[in-house]
T-cell receptor
Framework: DSGVTQTPKHLITATGQRVTLRCSPR?????VYWYQQSLDQGLQFLIQ???????AKGNILERFSAQQFPDLHSELNLSSLELGDSALYFC???????????FGSGTRLTVV | AQKVTQAQTEISVVEKEDVTLDCVYE???????LFWYKQPPSGELVFLIR??????QNEISGRYSWNFQKSTSSFNFTITASQVVDSAVYFC?????????????FGAGTRLFVKA
């Protein structure tokens, strides 16, 4: 157990639908990062939150949004889903980027 | 600009062979951090090592060793006497100072197949 909890582990949904992925960071970590990994692709940075505030944005689609709550857990909302959104979505937490990330086990999203 | 290159897309070796995974980075900063992560077939991402730019000492952890050379901007990872359980995708990452803090980018990953 890495200490970063992601739910659900698997999600199957239809095109056009909306889903929410949840992440609880490791105890003490203020930063949460979201990454997307499509089949046989590398890690694409989506967004970072630090103590409730958006800190950095990557290649996140407008259909996607995220937030970090006062208890530091974070949610990634994906709407108007398309087949191409099928991927592994990872959450990571960190006490500072210079220390590296602790990743959750990921949510495998399948859009049918 | 920040960049991490893992030129080897896939490597296949036979068990007990030694294998080196290459990582070349670009950065303008003098202070930066390098990492390796492992992603086994089960999918999770596991932190392996962190190295800061001021520490060029090589590190060995069991069958794993890392060679950091600032002169060639490389941070290579060697697995000695590889085992089937080493089969995974390995990602190299670079973290450098950026507006508002540090920014991390990942290489594209190297997929290692270790055959019995």
């Amino acid at each position: 157990d890495s200490g970063v909890t992601q739910t659900p582990k698997h999600l199957i949904t239809a095109t056009g639908q909306r889903v929410t992925l949840r992440c609880s960071p490791r105890s003490g970590d203020l930063s949460v990062y979201w990454y997307q990994q499509s089949l046989d692709q590398g890690l694409q940075f989506l967004i970072q939150y630090y103590n409730g505030e958006e800190r950095a944005k990557g290649n996140i689609l407008e259909r996607f949004s995220a937030q970090q709550f006062p208890d530091l857990h974070s949610e990634l909302n994906l709407s108007s889903l398309e087949l191409g959104d099928s991927a592994l979505y990872f959450c990571a937490s960190s006490s500072g980027e210079r220390y590296g990330y602790t990743f959750g086990s990921g949510t495998r999203l399948t859009v049918v | 600009a920040q960049k991490v290159t893992q030129a080897q897309t896939e490597i296949s070796v036979v068990e007990k062979e030694d294998v080196t995974l290459d990582c070349v980075y670009e950065t303008r900063d003098t202070t930066y951090y390098l990492f390796w992560y492992k992603q086994p077939p089960s999918g999770e991402l596991v932190f392996l090592i962190r190295r800061n730019s001021f520490d060029e000492q090589n590190e060995i952890s069991g069958r794993y060793s890392w060679n950091f050379q600032k002169s060639t901007s490389s941070f290579n990872f060697t697995i000695t006497a590889s085992q089937v359980v080493d089969s995974a995708v390995y990602f190299c990452a670079l973290s450098e100072a950026s507006t508002g803090g540090f920014k991390t980018i990942f290489g594209a990953g190297t997929r290692l197949f270790v055959k019995a």
